[in-house]
């Protein structure tokens, strides 16, 4: 396992389980993008991944937290876009088959989303062009 590379968990988006009387009903397994460093992935002691799940739903509206992928990046089949806004841990004993590896342009994207969501890079003021400043 290693930073960018995406498998399959079985997982419940958040809006899914408020909603659904039994969450098993909507589990089912999904696209995660790993993002931990290869460290960790690799520290045999530490059973947590720090991840990212992928949809193919409403691929129409990217926010500025999430990264679209078209179809075949990381052999997806379908144009998805990676919920950065919903990264969380995943025990690494419920990691599914590996899918495949993002390319190296679009982990950049990712890793820029990242440093905005979690505030280490900010918008400059008065920016509509999606630029930043440290």
Same mark, same amino acid.
């Given at each position: 396992?290693? /930073? =960018? %590379? +995406?498998?399959?968990?079985?997982?419940?988006?958040?809006?899914?389980?408020?909603?659904?009387? %039994?969450?098993?009903? +909507?589990?089912?397994?999904?696209? @995660?993008?790993?993002?931990? $460093?290869?460290? %960790? $992935? %690799? $520290?045999?002691?530490?059973?947590?991944?720090?991840?990212?799940?992928?949809?193919?739903? &409403?691929?129409? /509206?990217?926010?500025e937290q999430d990264v679209?992928?078209?179809?075949?990046?990381? $052999?997806?089949?379908?144009?998805?876009?990676?919920?950065? =806004?919903?990264?969380?841990?995943?025990? &690494?004993?419920?990691?599914?088959? /590996?899918? =495949?590896?993002?390319?190296? +342009? &679009?982990? &950049?994207? @990712?890793?820029?989303?990242?440093?905005?969501?979690? =505030?280490?890079?900010?918008?400059?003021e008065g920016s509509s062009?999606?630029?930043?400043?440290?």
């Amino acid at each position: 396992m290693a /930073r =960018g %590379d +995406v498998y399959r968990v079985s997982y419940v988006f958040p809006h899914e389980r408020d909603t659904a009387p %039994d969450a098993a009903e +909507v589990e089912k397994e999904r696209p @995660v993008l790993i993002l931990q $460093n290869d460290l %960790d $992935n %690799d $520290n045999e002691r530490y059973p947590l991944v720090l991840a990212a799940p992928i949809t193919t739903q &409403k691929t129409d /509206r990217v926010y500025e937290q999430d990264v679209l992928l078209p179809a075949g990046e990381a $052999n997806l089949t379908h144009t998805s876009k990676v919920l950065l =806004g919903l990264t969380q841990p995943f025990l &690494k004993s419920r990691l599914g088959q /590996r899918v =495949g590896r993002i390319s190296q +342009v &679009k982990m &950049k994207q @990712v890793e820029l989303r990242l440093l905005r969501l979690f =505030g280490i890079l900010r918008r400059a003021e008065g920016s509509s062009s999606g630029s930043a400043e440290r």
